[in-house]
């Protein structure tokens, strides 16, 4: 099998459907040498959670398309894969209510990451689902997995997988971001 592509299962659901491929049509990396901190992203505050998950799709996306937004009727999925989601907002709320204090309203909006996901969406003009997971195994196979299976139901065309995980110690966070199409069926 070449590196860009995925194996799947020839069981599918249950419902033996061949194995279908996935190709990966273009892949990013936050950070890549020269990168500092990835731009901030109006109405998300305090964490580097949704600005790096935009800076990957961003570039992703740019790879394979150029500049946004995409005709109508791309039927482009996005796929956001976090087993912790957004760790610092999450601390920052936390330690917030702890000494009684007054949450800001942006951190509801954001607490979510669909948010960010949907915030990708609307500004590429993706119009496919969008799906939020948080992984039990491996990230890039569970997400690979969902992406797949939109592809294989109809759903999409193309899929935006984002993979972001942060460091509980504060650390910049790293994300990837591939995006999927079919292969060839079997």
Same mark, same amino acid.
């Given at each position: ?5 995925? !194996? ?6 249950? *419902?033996? !459907?061949?194995?279908?491929?996935? *190709? ?28 790096? /998950? /935009? =800076? ?7 790879? =394979? ?14 796929? $956001? ?6 760790? !610092? ?6 330690? @917030? ?28 003009? $993706? ?5 939020? $997971?948080?992984? @039990? ?6 997400? @690979? ?10 759903? =999409?065309?193309? !899929?935006?997988?984002? $993979? ?13 971001? /591939?995006?999927?199409?079919?292969? @060839?069926?079997?």
């Amino acid at each position: 099998m070449s590196p860009t592509t995925t !194996a799947r299962s020839p069981e599918r659901g249950g *419902r033996g !459907a061949p194995e279908e491929r996935v *190709r990966v049509l273009a892949e990013a990396r936050w950070p890549e040498p020269g990168d500092g901190v990835a731009p901030g992203v109006p109405g998300f505050v305090h964490s580097d959670f949704a600005p790096v /998950v /935009v =800076a990957v799709a961003e570039r992703c996306l740019g790879r =394979a398309h150029g500049a946004p937004p995409l005709p109508a009727g791309n039927r482009t999925a996005v796929v $956001l894969v976090s087993a912790s989601g957004d760790r !610092a907002s999450a601390g920052h709320v936390r330690a @917030t209510v702890v000494a009684g204090g007054r949450v800001g309203p942006l951190f509801f909006f954001q607490s979510v990451p669909n948010s960010v996901a949907g915030h990708v969406a609307a500004r590429w003009g $993706l119009d496919g689902p969008v799906v939020c $997971l948080s992984p @039990t195994g491996d990230p890039r196979a569970e997400g @690979t997995a969902e992406a797949d299976l939109l592809l294989y139901d109809g759903d =999409a065309d193309q !899929a935006l997988l984002v $993979l972001i995980e942060q460091a509980p110690d504060g650390t910049p966070s790293e994300a990837v971001a /591939v995006l999927l199409g079919e292969g @060839t069926r079997q």
